[in-house]
């Protein structure tokens, strides 16, 4: 489980972590662009995962150090062995390799699509790239992976359709505005903390990142937690909700559904 008492606070660490380096390929990205008309090659992204990475691996350790100190009472809270903290290591390297490979891939991916068919339409292409590259790189994205990487619930693959979700929302309205000349659709995507991003001026795009307690599956549920099974975070009454105790095995999963679903 998650150490809720340190929850912002790493959430503020890995945000201030990603800033430069989301800083410095925003503006490489368009630099680059608008002096050459290209793209950046690929080379240009595996310098990205590689500083991505480090600069979050470092904060990723200390999240799983906080897990597993959360785990015990505080009297036999100190985890720090040898072993322990290998197993970290070894961990959060894993973790930040698989977040910086999702994030580019996911650059990769929008970009590809989107990009050829603002050069088709011959209109604005290069707003639309650099509004792309402000809006990937753009503070809302932080939150997102900040928040995914300090749930211990959030796996990389949910983190990763969180981004690229948000990435997609926001691909829309900017080339809604740029291709379609409708410059009332560009609102920005905001993400509360509670994860729920949407295009501010078009509220018909909405998706949801619904926390929700998942307990059937664990045979060692606690009792506290064990009715708690498929209720979402209206229902707990507190934040973080009851499960949020020593020795719990619960666990919450994001479900992404449209907003018009039931």
């Known amino acids: 489980m998650p150490d809720y008492s340190k929850r912002k606070e790493r959430e503020e660490d890995i945000a201030a972590a990603l800033?430069?380096?989301f800083d410095e390929y925003r503006e490489s990205s368009i630099a680059i662009y608008n002096n050459s008309g290209e793209l950046p090659s690929r080379g240009f992204w595996e310098t990205m995962k590689k500083r991505l990475a480090s600069a979050v691996e470092p904060i990723i350790?200390?999240?799983?150090?906080?897990?597993l100190n959360a785990m015990l009472v505080p009297a036999f809270s100190s985890l720090t062995t040898?072993?322990?903290?290998?197993?970290?290591i070894r961990d959060a390297k894993k973790r930040a390799e698989e977040f910086s490979a999702n994030f580019s891939d996911m650059v990769l991916t929008n970009i590809s699509e989107k990009v050829p068919k603002a050069?088709?339409?011959k209109e604005g292409?290069?707003?639309?790239v650099q509004s792309m590259f402000e809006d990937i790189f753009a503070d809302n994205k932080k939150t997102i992976i900040a928040v995914g990487l300090v749930t211990a619930a959030?796996?990389?693959?949910e983190m990763f359709a969180a981004i690229f979700i948000t990435a997609l929302i926001n691909t829309r309205a900017v080339a809604s505005a740029i291709l379609e000349e409708r410059p009332e659709r560009m609102g920005p995507a905001t993400v509360d903390y509670e994860?729920?991003?949407?295009?501010?001026?078009d509220p018909d795009v909405l998706f949801e990142m619904i926390p929700t307690w998942m307990t059937q599956e664990d045979a060692l549920v606690c009792p506290i937690c064990g009715p708690l099974h498929?209720?979402?975070k209206e229902n707990w009454g507190e934040f973080d909700g009851p499960p949020a105790h020593y020795m719990c095995r619960c666990f919450l999963e994001w479900v992404i559904r449209l907003s018009n679903e039931a």
């Open 19 to 21: 800033a430069p380096v």
């Open 61 to 67: 350790a200390l999240v799983e150090s906080d897990a």
């Open 82 to 88: 040898p072993e322990n903290n290998s197993k970290i």
């Open 119 to 121: 050069k088709q339409e």
């Open 125 to 128: 292409v290069s707003v639309f």
């Open 154 to 157: 959030i796996t990389a693959g």
């Open 195 to 201: 994860g729920i991003p949407a295009i501010d001026s």
């Open 230 to 232: 498929g209720k979402t």
